[in-house]
DNA sequence: TTATTATATGCCAATATGGGAATATATCAA
DNA sequence: TTGATATATTCCCATATTGGCATATAATAA
């Protein structure tokens, strides 16, 4: 078998540079293809195109509006990557970080 | 061109639930290749090429012990992955659970 | 109807898988 | 050295892209 589809879930989804930043344009609101391009600098098919993976695993929904089509985040989608990730958290924050600040500052103390 | 290579960064080596699978046995401490074959009830090789990918994105770090080879995790490279879904983090979370929370009892209030 | 605008889909070429099997490499044992 | 064990790499194959370009579809305007 070969590499699975961008489609099967939203870890495939998300892979692409090109999708990512189309749910970071989302994230202040609603926006329709043409104003996608626009601020993408890509051409219409590969919006279209991305816009098709992302719809497919949830991560983004419609709004038809005469021949425009009106693309909104659905954040929630997100939830299982968030849900991973964040038991690997504690490997690099607050409390190894504070490690970190103590064993610096026991090195500098001996100076 | 086609798909980015797994290895270009941490987003699409993630991807395959495999590889993700390997992080999470290593989550509870160093293992070794074969350990990791036993656990996952992969072929070898396909153990071994999945750390490959792991290790060229610095998912994993080795260290060398007669034959054996112990993989353990550096939970550090995830950190993109979560600074980036971290901006999303809200939009499931307190401030909406408790927007449905209040929903649902003004909800219960009407019978 | 015809033309125009907005969006989606199809086709083509190039490429990076990922599984299975075989094989290479390295280390240790007898 | 010879054999066995642990791990990595190579080869073959089927598949799923991704970009660019052309085209189809849908809605609206003239």
């Known amino acids: 078998m070969a590499r699975a589809a ?3 879930d939203v870890f495939n989804a998300i892979a692409e540079p ?7 344009l989302l994230a ?3 926006l329709s293809v043409n104003e996608l391009v626009e601020q993408l600098g890509l ?3 590969q919006v279209s195109k991305r816009l098709h993976v992302l719809r497919e695993v949830g991560l983004v929904l419609v709004r038809d509006d005469g021949r425009q089509r009106h693309y909104r985040l659905n954040g929630r989608a997100l939830k ?3 849900d991973w990730i964040r038991r690997y958290e504690q490997m690099w924050n607050d409390r190894f970080d504070a490690l970190d600040d103590l064993l610096e500052e026991l090195d500098d103390q001996e100076d």
Chains 1, 2 share one sequence.
């Open 6 to 8: 961008t489609t099967t």
């Open 18 to 24: 090109g999708r990512r930043q189309i749910l970071d």
């Open 28 to 30: 202040n609101g609603e």
């Open 43 to 45: 051409a219409q098919p």
């Open 80 to 82: 299982p990557v968030h």
